[in-house]
C-alpha cells in the first residue's frame, strides 16, 4: 500500500463515538496499529479524562497528558506530549480532571488547540485517531469535529439494546452539527441476530455496516498484558478482522448524512 | 522572570498572583473592536456580562447587544439565539462590518461562534472572537481580536505584527510599575488637585523650566490634552511660555483607523489654541513605547529642566532621564498612584471616572485639573 500518501492528500482524520464501555479505544488501538503494519503513518490522540486510548500501544504504560502538563504551569513542546508507541505510531493523550470535578468538556477545548499550536506531526500522518468518550455529554466533546479537525466519524456498537440507543443518539448529535458518519462497526458480545441487528441498523439511518468484530477473548488477553492484538497476536483471526476494517477506513470515503431512528422503530429493530 | 530546573527541562515559575480584579479580555476584544470600526458587535453570553464597558461603547457610537443567555443557554447551548440575533442586527442597524465576541460561559460550554456566522451568512464580513475573562493578562483579548481581523483580511499583516509588540510591551509596562505590579493595590484618589495646581504656577513664576509629557492611551488623550494646553496657557499669562516644552503621543499616521482619527483631532484642537508640541513621540497607541522616546529626547535635549507634568501613561516613561526632575503626573488608574510614587514621582494626580468622557468625542476635553489650573491661576 502506498507510503506517500500524504504527498498529495491531507491525513484522514477520524473519531469513533460510541457508548461508554463498548470497545471503542480497543477498536481505535487496533486499527491504529493494523494500519501502521500496512506502511502507513498513524497518530492516536486520546480524549477520554481516563487517558486510556494509547495504553495498550505503548506497552501497558501512561504518558504525561496534555492538562497535565498545562495544570503544572510549564511551557509545553512536541517532546513533552508526543510520544511514539508501537511500529512508530504517535500517541497523546488530552487528559482531563478527576471525575466530578471541574470541566472535563473545556479541557478537551483548550488542550486539542494547545496540540495544533505546539505540534505539526498530525499533518504529516496519513490517518489520525481521535478517540472520544463515550457520549457526547456536551460542547467540548464534540471540539475535535467542530475545530474542523475531524473529517469523518464513525460509530461503534454492539447488537444490544443500550449500546444502539447511544449509537442512535450519537447519529442524532452528528446531523445536528451536520456531520456525516462514514459506517457503523459492530463490536459483538454474542447476543442473538447481532449481526443482522446492527447491520439493519446501519441501513436505516442511511449508513452502513463496515465491520463486524466477533467477540474473542484473545482481545482481552492482549489488553491484559498491555499490547494490542495486533502487536502480541498478529496471526490470530481477530487481527485479520482489525486488518480489514483498517483497509476499509483507509480506502475511499463513504460519508453520508444520517437520520437517527425513533425510539420506537430502534426498540422494534432489536426485539 | 525565574526558571527553574526540572528533569532536565526549562520551566517557568508561576507569576504574582494579583487578587484585585482587573480589565477583563472580552471588554478589551470589545474596544478593539470599536477600533477596527465595527458598528455592531455582539457578545455571546449572559445579559451582564461587561455590562458598564457594553455602554461606554454606545456612546462611542457601535452597537453593542448580547445573546442573554439563561441558565436554558448554558443546559443546552445558544447556537440559535446567535443566529437569529446576527440576522436581527443585520436588518436593524445595516452594518458593514460586525463583531462576535465569546464570554466566559459561551468558551466553556464550548459554543462554535463560526458555526453560528455560518449559517447566519451574512453579507458583511465579521470578526469572530473567541475569546473569555480567564486570561492573566487583558491584552490577549487585544490580540485574539487582532489575529481574527488578520484572517479575514480586515488589517495587515504589517499592522498586526505592529500591534502585537505593542501589546507585549503594554504588558510589560503594566508588570514593571503598572498595576499588574503588586499582588494588592488599593485604589487612591492621589494628591488634592488645588494644592498641585499651585505648586505648578509657583514653579512657573520661579521661572523653572518644564516639560509637558502627553504619553496617552488611544482616546484618553482627548482630555489629558488638555492638561497640556491648561499648563501652557497659565505659562502664557505668566509671561513665561517660552520656559515650557510640549511632548505628545499624537501621529496620526500610526494605528487602527479610529486611533489616526483620534490623534488627527487632538492635534487640531492643540494648533487651533496655538500650543506647538515641540515632539511628537509616537502614535496614541504607542503609549509603551512613545515613553522611551521622551526619555531620550529628553537625554538628548532637555536634561536640565526642572520639572515635568507626566500624563496618560506616566508609569512607561523611564526614570533614568527625568530623576532629576520635579514629577508630577496624572493618570485615570486609582491602583496606579502606589507604583508612581514609588517610582519617585513627586505628585500623583488622578483623573477621576476619565475615560466615559473621552468616549464619543472628537474634540479635547476639559480635565478637572485642567479646570483647576485655570481657577488657581485666576487668583494671580
Given at each position: 500500500m502506498s507510503d506517500n500518501l500524504n504527498e498529495q492528500n491531507k491525513p484522514k482524520v477520524i473519531a469513533i463515538y460510541g457508548k461508554g464501555g463498548i470497545g471503542k479505544s480497543s477498536t481505535a488501538s487496533n486499527v491504529a496499529a493494523a494500519c501502521a503494519d500496512e506502511g502507513y503513518k498513524v497518530m492516536i490522540i486520546g480524549c477520554d479524562p481516563k487517558s486510556d486510548s494509547s495504553i495498550t500501544l505503548l506497552g501497558g504504560k501512561r504518558i504525561p497528558t496534555i492538562l497535565d502538563l498545562i495544570r503544572s504551569g510549564v511551557d509545553i513542546t512536541e517532546d513533552d506530549v508526543v510520544f511514539e508507541g508501537y511500529n512508530g505510531i504517535k500517541c497523546v493523550e488530552v487528559g482531563g480532571p478527576e471525575p466530578g470535578i471541574g470541566c472535563a468538556g473545556r479541557g478537551i477545548i483548550v488542550a486539542i488547540q494547545k496540540l495544533k499550536k505546539i505540534s505539526t506531526v498530525q499533518d504529516q500522518c496519513d490517518l489520525v485517531i481521535y478517540?472520544?468518550?463515550?457520549?457526547?455529554?456536551?460542547g467540548g466533546f464534540v471540539a475535535p469535529i467542530r475545530k474542523g479537525l475531524v473529517s469523518e466519524a464513525y460509530v461503534l456498537t454492539s447488537g444490544e439494546y443500550m449500546p444502539l440507543y447511544a449509537a442512535n443518539n450519537i447519529c442524532r448529535g452528528l446531523s445536528k452539527i451536520n456531520t456525516p458518519l462514514s459506517g457503523v462497526i459492530c463490536n459483538a458480545r454474542n447476543v442473538s441476530r447481532e449481526d443482522e441487528i446492527v447491520r439493519k441498523f446501519a441501513e436505516e439511518i442511511g449508513?452502513?455496516?463496515?465491520a463486524f468484530i466477533p467477540k474473542e477473548q484473545i482481545v482481552q488477553d492482549c489488553e491484559r498484558d498491555g499490547f494490542s492484538v495486533m502487536e502480541?497476536?498478529?496471526?490470530?483471526e481477530i487481527a485479520q478482522v482489525y486488518r480489514k476494517l483498517a483497509c476499509a477506513i483507509m480506502s475511499k470515503d463513504g460519508s453520508v448524512m444520517v437520520k437517527a431512528l425513533e425510539d420506537e422503530r430502534l426498540r422494534e429493530l432489536t426485539r | 522572570m525565574d526558571k527553574i530546573k526540572d528533569d532536565g527541562q526549562t520551566k517557568t515559575k508561576k507569576e504574582i498572583s494579583i487578587i484585585h480584579p482587573r480589565p477583563s479580555s472580552i471588554v478589551a476584544a470589545l474596544y478593539t473592536l470599536r477600533d477596527l470600526n465595527v458598528d455592531v458587535a455582539i457578545l455571546h453570553g449572559p445579559p451582564g456580562c461587561s455590562f458598564k464597558h457594553a455602554r461606554l461603547l454606545e456612546e462611542d457610537g457601535i452597537h453593542v447587544v448580547t445573546t442573554s443567555l439563561d441558565e436554558n443557554g448554558f443546559v443546552f447551548g445558544g447556537h440559535d439565539e446567535l443566529v437569529a440575533l446576527l440576522e436581527k442586527v443585520s436588518e436593524m442597524f445595516d452594518p458593514k462590518l460586525i463583531g462576535v465576541v465569546g464570554t466566559c460561559v459561551s468558551m466553556i460550554i464550548g459554543e462554535e461562534l463560526h458555526d453560528a456566522v455560518l449559517e447566519a451568512n451574512p453579507d458583511v464580513p465579521v470578526i469572530e472572537v473567541e475569546v473569555h475573562a480567564g486570561y492573566r493578562n487583558n491584552t490577549k483579548g487585544v490580540l485574539l481580536t487582532l489575529e481574527s481581523a488578520l484572517d479575514s483580511g480586515i488589517i495587515s499583516e504589517n499592522e498586526f505584527d505592529r500591534q502585537k509588540a505593542l501589546l507585549e510591551e503594554a504588558t510589560m509596562v503594566e508588570k514593571r510599575h503598572?498595576?499588574?505590579?503588586?499582588?494588592y493595590l488599593a485604589p487612591s484618589r492621589g494628591d488634592v488637585k488645588y494644592k498641585v495646581a499651585q505648586r505648578i504656577i509657583g514653579l512657573l513664576k520661579e521661572g523653572k523650566r518644564g516639560i509637558t509629557i502627553m504619553n496617552a492611551k488611544k482616546e484618553t488623550g482627548y482630555m489629558f490634552a488638555d492638561i497640556t494646553v491648561a499648563v501652557n496657557e497659565i505659562a502664557k499669562q505668566l509671561g513665561v511660555e517660552t520656559n515650557i516644552v510640549n511632548m505628545a503621543?499624537?501621529?496620526?499616521?500610526?494605528?487602527l483607523p479610529r486611533v489616526r482619527h483620534h490623534a488627527k483631532c487632538i492635534k487640531d484642537d492643540l494648533e487651533a489654541r496655538g500650543i506647538v508640541i515641540h515632539d511628537n513621540i509616537g502614535g496614541l497607541d504607542e503609549y509603551p513605547i512613545a515613553g522611551n522616546v521622551a526619555g531620550k529626547l529628553i537625554d538628548e535635549k532637555y536634561g536640565d529642566y526642572d520639572f515635568a507634568v507626566i500624563t496618560g501613561v506616566p508609569h512607561a516613561v523611564p526614570m533614568d532621564s527625568i530623576s532629576g526632575m520635579e514629577i508630577i503626573s496624572v493618570t485615570?488608574?486609582?491602583?496606579q498612584v502606589l507604583p508612581l510614587k514609588e517610582m519617585g514621582h513627586k505628585y500623583v494626580i488622578v483623573e477621576i471616572d476619565l475615560h466615559p468622557k473621552t468616549l464619543g468625542v472628537n474634540h479635547i476635553v476639559e480635565s478637572e485639573f485642567g479646570a483647576t489650573l485655570r481657577e488657581v491661576a485666576k487668583d494671580e
Open positions: 478517540d472520544v468518550p463515550g457520549d457526547i455529554v456536551c449508513s452502513k455496516l463496515i502480541k497476536a498478529p496471526d490470530s | 503598572g498595576a499588574a505590579s503588586k499582588e503621543n499624537i501621529d496620526d499616521t500610526l494605528g485615570n488608574g486609582p491602583r
